[in-house]
Each structure stands twice: as C-alpha cells, then as structure tokens.
C-alpha cells in the first residue's frame, strides 16, 4: 500500500523515467550549473539583492519545480523579468541588499508564489491568454530598456543620483574620469564581443562547416568563458586594488537553513499589486516558453500544472534565498543546450549549486562587476522585439501601437504603469472594434449557394430587396453604428420591400439589442417594409424565440441565406405575373 501511496506521488516523467536519458541529464545538470553561475549573480544584482542569493534560489526552486511542474526542459531560477521588477518595486520602498528589503523581496515571491498556485488549483490556466503578445512583447521590450539602462553604471564604472531616467543620462553625457578607465576597458570589450558571438558567431562557425549543435553550444559558453578570462585579468594584474574595477566580492558560503514567515500586514497592502502583475507576468512567460519548447519537443504540457510549478518554486524561494524566481527564455536555451531531456538535470544541477554554495563560491569573489553587467545587458538586448513591432505595424496597427505604448509607459511610469497602460490600449482598440462592426452588402455568387460580399465579388441580387450581414455580435455598445449603417444602405435600394439580416456571425443578442431590432422592425412594418432574420444560431434562436422580436416579425426567420432570396425571388415573380 505504501509503495502505490509512493508511486501516485511521484511526478509521472520520474514514474517512467527511461534509463538512456541518465547519462544525457547528468552532463546536462553539470554544464548547466556551470553556464548559469554567473548568470544567477548577475540577476540577484540587478534584484538589489546580494549576489549569492542568486546561487540560493538555483537550488530546491528548480527541485520544486521539476517535481510539480509539467514541462521537461523549462529551466527556473532567477531571470532577468523577475529581477527587474523585484527592484522596480521595492526600491522605492527599502534600501537595496538591506535586511528590509530582502524581507520585502521573500514576502514579494510568497505572495506571487501563492497567487501562481491558487491559479494552478483553482484551473486558471486559460488567463494567460488574457494578455495579448503586443502587450506582453512590449511590456518586455520596455522592461529590457530598463535593464540596460540600470546596468551602464556597473558596465561604466559611474554611480547615478537616483534611478530618474533623465538624472541617468546626464551622468551619462558627461565625461568619464580616467579612474574609469580600466572597468570602462573591460566592460566594454566584453559587451563588444558577446554582442558579436550571440548574432554572428553561431552562422560563421557553421560557415567553416561545424555542425549546427555544436556551434550551438559554443556561443552558449562564450559568455562563461569571457567571465573566466575577464577573472583571471583581475586577479593576474591586482586590478580590483590597483584600477579600482568593482568585483562581487566576498560571498558568503554555506547553506543558510530554511526561514519559514509569513508577510506582514502592511508587507501584504504595499505588495498585493505588484505581486498580482508578477504573478500574470509570470504566468504568461512561463506557460509561453513551456509550450514553445514542448511544441519543438513534440510534447505537450499542462498549463495549470506549470503555475503550480511556477508557485510552488517561489514559495519554496521565500524561505530559501528569498527572490523570486522565473521560467527564463536565456536558461530554459542553456538547459536545452547542454544536453537536458527530463527535469532530473534541474535536480542534478540543484545538488551541484548546493556544493558550489557550501565550499566554493569563494572562487568567484573577483570576479567584476562590469563583465556581469555586459552580460546582462547583451541579454536585455536579446528582450528587445523589434521584429514582433515590425510585424505587428505591417499587420495591424492598432496592435503596433499597444505594443509601442506598453514599452514607453513601462520606461516613463515604470512597469505597474506600463502594463496599465498596455491593457488599457489594448482594451480600447477591442472596444473600438466591436462598436464599428464590420457590417457587409451581399449577393449570391451566380449558380451557387454561396454569398459575398457585393463589393468584393460579381453577385446576384434582387430588386427590392437588401440582404445585409452582420459580423459581429451585437450589444448596446454597438447599436448606434448598426442602425446607422442599415439606415444608410436602406437610402441605396430603390422601392425597397424586404431587408434581410444575415446572422451567421453574431454570437450575441443583448436585451438593448433585441428591443432595439424590436422597434426597428416595428417602424419597417410601418413603412411596408419587412425584416427577414437568416442564418441565426441555435443559441441565439432559443433566446430570440421567447423575446417580442420574433413574436411581431413582420417578415419570416430563414434557415439560409440561399433559402431567403430564393422564396423572396418566388414572391417577386410572382407579384409581377
């Protein structure tokens, strides 16, 4: 009995795991940790958090993500997203790296945490669609923005007054000092030639005929190798004494035991928000990159199983190193590179950080500021979606336009701001639309039963008789634009005796749009005219049987469109006999 209790609680790809995949996710957990150390620093960083805690939330995170979750490759720990807005939030609010703020950033995780896992329980999935890809594809672009601004000084050498944007660029338009020099050598040489090996590197290898994989995996190493060397420069030539160059310094080692909390009351009301917008940020990235690599994969996931994943992570990450944490595009891309088929690399690679936290991360006490920053940044860049507002703007540019106003508001209100903005846009062009719809004359397509648009196509029609139809559902939002337009066709059609509403495409009836059809149908009788409904769905019809409309229409509900014209050509035949 025990050993079923056993089996139903372990993940299903553990249950089944296959023995040829061990030696793939060993050497994939190995190379992976290896890649990501100064990626996990560099992100605690830009956190406002101590570099090592970075290392901290790589350990039982992954664990308990690979456990709960449903995708095989994500890999989650600190990403760059997430940093950005643990720092935008409660920078304002505490110093960075200080007891308080370090509080505040494990309640920020454990409230989004908690909200991801009531998602996943609660089947919440299908919300990540409520965000839009201009939307989120700006919110990121603006975010990026934000990170590379935020990294010049670390890059540079310089200090900020503040984190004002414009303060920012009037440090920056100002001269360097020559104390500068040697970390404004570094950095930038770094940043020069990572730039290079992630957008060229990879095409020249493969040009000198190195397989694809292989050139794959070598610019992924680039980065860690320019950290390696840019260490070895520091600590051959003294430069962190001799040239002042900023480097992590000492980190502390050992493994800190778990701190179980629970947020304050003023912690909850200042964080309730931003933990919510972390939370749908989250979830829409981390179900996004899930799908990508399951669809490449020929996998499927579990929406609702990776936001209990995604949860559970960060609220193990409360109590255990205190950031909050991610699924990451640029480490989900390393894990698939260094070899990764199962969660099982993610648990191998946590027990390795525990190693490297608990005797070695004195290793990496010199390693400098600026190459982490360079590394940062050229990761930023990688953020930035032109493409997708390239082809939002040839596509649609009203989706162009939220994707632009997303980026800007997050750069100039910061990222609650920016998000507001983006959704707001984004709900003001879908209000827009659906209050001008989209509103068609038709025919029939000679010798056929197919209608069209009359302006698109050469069409059949009747005199004396309009067939109209609506492409949208119709509600009090859109009843203006709708009488509107019929009234306006009505004036085209000489002796007008019929008008027939096609309504293949209308979903919705409102009750102000049943009265108003009601009234219209009424004033058409009137006039001698009669109004035909064609085409109308089951569910529209059942409510539409019990209102006043169908009850005094003064014309007939016609199954098809092809069904209307030809019983009204029959009536017109036959009143001209």
């Known amino acids: 009995m025990s050993m079923m209790i056993t089996k139903n609680i372990l993940p299903a790809w553990l249950r089944h795991y296959q023995g040829k995949n061990l030696s793939h996710d060993a050497m994939g957990g190995i190379i992976f940790t290896i890649l990501v150390i100064p990626q996990s620093l560099a992100y605690a960083l830009l956190a406002g958090l101590p570099p090592h805690f970075g290392l901290y939330v790589s350990i039982f995170p992954v664990i308990a993500y690979a456990l709960l979750g449903s995708s095989m490759v994500q890999a989650v720990g600190p990403v760059a997203i997430t940093a950005i807005m643990t720092y935008s939030v409660l920078s304002p609010i505490a110093a960075p790296s200080s007891s308080e703020y370090i509080m505040l950033s494990a309640s920020l995780a454990i409230l989004s945490g908690t909200i991801l896992l009531l998602f996943g329980w609660l089947r919440f999935g299908f919300l990540s669609q409520l965000l839009s890809r201009p939307v989120i594809s700006g919110f990121i672009s603006g975010a990026a923005f934000l990170i590379i601004i935020s990294q010049l000084k670390s890059l540079l050498g310089i200090s900020y007054p503040s984190e004002d944007i414009g303060e920012m660029f009037s440090v920056l338009i100002q001269p360097l000092s020559y104390s500068h020099g040697m970390t404004i050598t570094i950095g930038l040489t770094s940043f020069l030639v990572l730039i290079l090996a992630r957008y060229h590197l990879l095409s020249l290898l493969v040009r000198f005929g190195l397989g694809a994989t292989r050139s794959a995996f070598i610019v992924r190493i680039i980065p860690l190798l320019i950290i390696f060397l840019a260490t070895i420069l520091v600590v051959y030539f003294d430069l962190d004494t001799s040239s002042d160059v900023a480097v992590i310094g000492n980190l502390t080692e050992g493994l800190p035991s778990f701190t179980f909390f629970l947020p304050s009351y003023d912690s909850v009301k200042t964080l309730a928000v931003p933990a919510l917008l972390m939370a749908l940020i989250g979830m829409v990235q981390g179900i996004s990159i899930a799908e990508s690599l399951a669809i490449k994969r020929q996998e499927r996931i579990d929406p609702n199983a990776e936001l209990v994943g995604l949860g559970a992570s960060n ?155 609506i492409d949208e559902s119709l509600f009090f939002g859109n009843l203006n634009a709708v009488e509107t337009r019929i009234s306006s066709e009505m004036a085209k059609v000489k002796d007008l005796t019929d008008i027939v509403l096609v309504m293949n495409a209308v979903n919705m009836v409102d009750t102000t749009a049943m009265e108003v059809f009601t009234e219209f149908n009424r004033d058409l009788s009137e006039r001698g005219i009669r109004l035909h409904l064609a085409e109308i769905k089951g569910p529209i019809h059942d409510r539409l049987r019990h209102s006043p409309l169908l009850k005094a229409l003064s014309g007939n509900v016609f199954f098809t469109a092809n069904r209307a014209f030809e019983e009204l050509a029959a009536t017109k035949a036959t009143r001209n006999k």
């Open 315 to 469: 609220i193990v990450a409360a109590f255990y190193g205190g950031m909050p944490v991610g699924g990451g595009i640029s480490r989900s891309a390393v894990n698939v590179a260094s070899g990764a088929q199962t969660p099982l690399s993610g648990i191998i690679s946590a027990f390795i950080m525990i190693l490297i936290v608990a005797g070695a991360s004195h290793w990496l006490a010199r390693l400098p500021l600026t190459v982490l920053a360079a590394n940062i940044m050229v990761a930023a860049i990688s953020m930035v979606d032109i493409k997708a507002f390239r082809h939002a703007w040839l596509y649609d540019r009203a989706d162009a336009l939220a994707l632009l106003g997303t980026a800007c508001g997050v750069i100039v209100l910061g990222l609650e701001g920016g998000i507001v903005l983006g959704v707001s846009l984004s709900l003001s062009t879908l209000l827009y639309r659906v209050s001008i719809p989209h509103i068609a004359v038709i025919g029939r397509i000679a010798g056929t039963e197919h209608f069209r648009n009359v302006v698109r196509h050469k069409v059949e029609t009747l005199p004396g008789v309009l067939f109209l139809r």
